[in-house]
Nanobody, 122 residues
Framework: VQLQASGGGLVQAGDSLRLSCAAS????????VGWFRQAPGKEREFVTA????????YDAESMMGRFTISRRNAKNTVYLEMNSLKPEDTAVYYC????????????????WGRGTQVTVSS
């Protein structure tokens, strides 16, 4: 399966943004999907993940309550809704998929898309 993340951009602190992760070559509803981010000079960081069954999500504590992952099977797309954005949320955001269980560990995901840049100004 090939993944394409999109929807990034330059926003102000407090704004909202929705990222999309569109899949081709496979049915995304049969995969667990995770979102990760990487800021300059920092390691890749887990954001949130959705189990392939769609029944549970895993959220990084620092983003809980602000970021929401959802799936729209008809569009073969997973979304990341980001609210109350902060300058420290500035990073390249990546989506990843795997046929196994959702996880906060990047190494468990087999498929990765190119990232999309999110920049939050203060």
């Amino acid at each position: 399966v090939q993944l394409q993340a999109s929807g990034g951009g330059l926003v102000q602190a407090g704004d909202s943004l929705r990222l999309s992760c569109a899949a081709s070559g496979g049915t995304l509803s049969t995969y667990s999907v995770g979102w990760f981010r990487q800021a300059p000079g920092k390691e890749r960081e887990f954001v949130t993940a959705l189990h392939w069954g769609g029944f549970s999500t895993y959220d990084a504590e620092s983003m809980m309550g602000r970021f929401t992952i959802s799936r729209r099977n008809a569009k073969n797309t997973v979304y990341l809704e980001m609210n109350s954005l902060k300058p420290e949320d500035t990073a390249v955001y990546y989506c990843a998929a795997d046929s196994g269980r959702a996880s906060f560990l990047a190494r468990t995901y087999r498929y990765w898309g190119r990232g999309t840049q999110v920049t939050v100004s203060s």
